[in-house]
């Protein structure tokens, strides 16, 4: 795409949005308000909620995860539904059943009760302790946005948006997630623990006599209005051809570097390449810009490919970080192009 065409798109189809631009802006700003310190982890759901994707969420207890869920929905105008996953959780609990009612004459029909997963926002908690059945169901709604019942298929609710949560400090009495399963979340986002100015503000914020109270900004079909303007982003030729130069120097059958061939049992996938060309569109969108900058790929890149990018058995026992090796091979990737 010529320079040219990328100014021409952005004065003829863009420019006249700048003013609802503006309000992903006020949605940050919102947000940050009642949640302090992660500004970062903000924008990356943001991002994925402006994908159409869905989140695994990282962190220790105690790091806000509810409350940051919870705020994002209020701001946004969505229904929000959390689901607590336990060993004993069954797909019903989770999906919904058939119930049988009888009515005023004695007569029984059977009618399908919903689940917590009809909503627009859904939040589950500690994914990780449901068995790998539970799990799977889960999963089949996110990919397919629709639970079958007695036969009967029936749409979720749109904008669909699943944010699941694992503890990465506990894992007695935890079900790791299938690596074919993991790939199924637009990001992974990791909650940091706060500087010792954020938790000071925190506890300012969270120990008075005011709480703070978020308010709506967006409707839900601004929000599919988004969605749809983040997949209208322009990206120029040069920058996706970058990204499948970078993608496949990640395949270790594929790749010129001793690392990636010694230590990387899988590399990026097709999906994964997907999720990063997106996640900078709407990188570029939160940023006021409409094209796609390497900056855009650079910040979108860990969160979209962390949990796509495995290593071995050797890269393990060498305590090779998975993450340090993915931005060196980004970074070697671009400079060969230069």
């Given at each position: ?95 919904g059943t058939i119930v049988l009612i009888h009515d005023d004459r004695g007569e029984t ?230």
């Open positions: 795409m010529s320079k040219e065409t990328e100014e021409r798109l952005d004065h003829e189809t863009v420019a006249p949005l700048e003013g609802e631009l503006e309000r992903l802006s006020l949605v940050r700003e919102e947000i940050a308000r009642v949640v302090v310190g992660q500004e970062e982890v903000i924008d990356q759901l943001l991002i994925s909620l402006l994908c159409g994707g869905h989140v695994l969420v990282e962190g220790a207890p105690g790091l806000g995860k509810t409350l940051l869920v919870r705020t994002l929905g209020m701001v946004c105008g969505l229904e929000f539904s959390r689901i607590q996953f336990t060993p004993d959780l069954m797909p019903a609990d989770i999906t029909h059977s009618r399908f009760q919903r689940g917590p997963i009809f909503a627009q926002m859904v939040l589950t908690d500690e994914i990780n302790r449901a068995t790998p059945k539970t799990q799977s169901a889960l999963l089949e709604a996110m990919q397919e946005r629709t639970v079958t019942a007695a036969g009967e298929e029936f749409t979720l609710p749109a904008p669909f948006f699943v944010l699941a949560t694992q503890n990465p400090i506990e894992m007695e009495g935890t079900y790791q997630l299938p690596e074919a399963q993991i790939d199924r979340f637009f990001f992974k986002v990791k909650i940091p623990y706060p500087s010792e100015e954020v938790l000071g503000g925190i506890l300012d914020l969270t120990t008075g006599v005011d709480q703070p109270e978020p308010n709506q900004i967006l409707k839900p079909e601004e929000i599919l209005r988004f969605q749809r303007l983040t997949r209208a982003v322009p990206m120029a030729s040069h920058v996706q051809e970058a990204v499948v130069k970078f993608v496949l120097s990640t395949q270790p059958d594929q790749s010129h570097s001793d690392e990636v061939r010694r230590f990387v049992r899988h590399g990026i996938s097709p999906r994964g390449a997907q999720a990063l060309i997106l996640a900078s569109k709407a990188h570029a969108l939160l940023l006021g810009r409409y094209n796609v900058s390497f900056e855009d790929l650079e910040e979108t890149l860990l969160p979209a490919l962390r949990h796509r990018f495995q290593l071995n058995f050797e890269g393990e026992a060498e305590g090779v970080s998975a993450e340090d090796l993915l931005s060196a091979v980004f970074k070697r990737s671009l400079a060969a192009r230069a």
